[in-house]
């Protein structure tokens, strides 16, 4: 089984592992339970399941335009082995911060989503989401689309954004270009 993140990157972690709530049906125990940890760290056991989720996402179709607009942008993410993790990086900006989303009440545990993010290169007041890809059966239409992966990711950015100083917004490429004006 996979670990993730060891107690090493706990403590080291810009944005350190944490649990989401769970929450649970009355009428159904267990069914709508969710229970999702968050880290900054990958280890590098996962490098399959996030080359699978970020680059050959079946959903990926919804949003190909705008992917292909960011992508010619910022380049294609690479993902980086560093010492015991991964990373991902773009060409035009080189490391950027990126958040895992993990579904705990799965056996095993199972990466469900990533967001890429960084203060963008043009305007310092504005934190960039570059990408945010999410397994097919957490997406909106999945079978676990109650868990709500990628709002939970969004928020986690927009809460990264609002305790960094000079941030003031916050701006999603896809699907619709958005700009969030951060209170």
Request: aromatic share 8%; hydrophobic share 40%.
């Amino acid at each position: 089984m996979r670990s993730y993140p060891p107690s090493e990157w706990t403590a080291l972690s810009f944005f350190p592992y944490r649990s989401g709530a769970v929450t649970a049906n009355p009428k159904h125990p267990g069914r709508n339970s969710v229970k999702l940890g968050f880290s900054s760290k990958l280890g590098l056991a996962w490098r399959d399941e996030l080359e699978r989720i970020v680059f050959f996402n079946p959903d990926q179709a919804r949003v190909r335009d705008a992917i292909s607009t960011a992508v010619s942008r910022f380049g294609v993410p690479l993902i980086v082995e560093d010492g015991p993790s991964l990373r991902l990086s773009v060409p035009a900006l080189g490391t950027i911060q990126s958040l895992f989303a993990f579904d705990e009440l799965s056996t095993p545990t199972k990466l469900v989503g990533v967001v890429m993010f960084v203060r963008a290169p043009d305007d310092p007041s504005t934190m960039l989401i570059l990408h945010l890809a999410v397994h097919e059966d957490y997406a909106p239409n999945g079978s676990h689309a109650n868990k709500w992966v990628p709002s939970r990711l969004m928020s986690l950015v927009r809460d990264v954004a609002r305790r960094t100083s000079g941030i003031t917004s916050l701006e999603v490429l896809y699907p619709h270009g958005r700009r969030i004006e951060l209170r």
